[in-house]
Nanobody, 126 residues
């Protein structure tokens, strides 16, 4: 089992940058695939980025080229570096952990992730 806690959210102007962190506690962190999701007001949750336990990375088309996901297994920490932020990036961002095998874009629904953080708010103003 793993517990997750996000930090680093805040308010920023369009074009700015933020770094989100997700601190994990528990065993076998490196065996989990880790992902970031977001949910904007009135919208469904959507997958932002995933870094699999074996290192492969995938992004949603909306953030590709602007966001970078990374992890430091020794420190049990997941990161999301967000650049060129847009007002439409405004959402609550969640990190999540999965020890399920996933393929293709199945990760983006979030259904395979058993462990979730409490979320951190990101507000991008125009």
């Amino acid at each position: 089992q793993v517990q997750l806690a996000e930090s680093g959210g805040g308010s920023v102007q369009a074009g700015g940058s933020l770094r989100l962190s997700c601190a994990a506690s528990g065993d076998s962190y490196s065996s989990y695939s880790m992902a970031w999701f977001r949910q904007a007001p009135g919208k469904e949750r959507e997958g932002v980025a995933i870094i699999y336990s074996h290192g492969r990375i995938d992004y949603s088309d909306d953030v590709k080229g602007r966001f970078t996901i990374s992890r430091e297994n020794a420190q049990k920490t997941l990161y999301l570096d967000m650049t060129s932020l847009r007002p439409e990036d405004t959402a609550v961002y969640y990190c999540a952990a999965s020890n399920w095998r996933m393929s293709g874009s199945a990760w983006s629904t979030g259904g395979a992730f058993a462990y979730w953080g409490q979320g951190t708010q990101v507000i991008v103003s125009s």
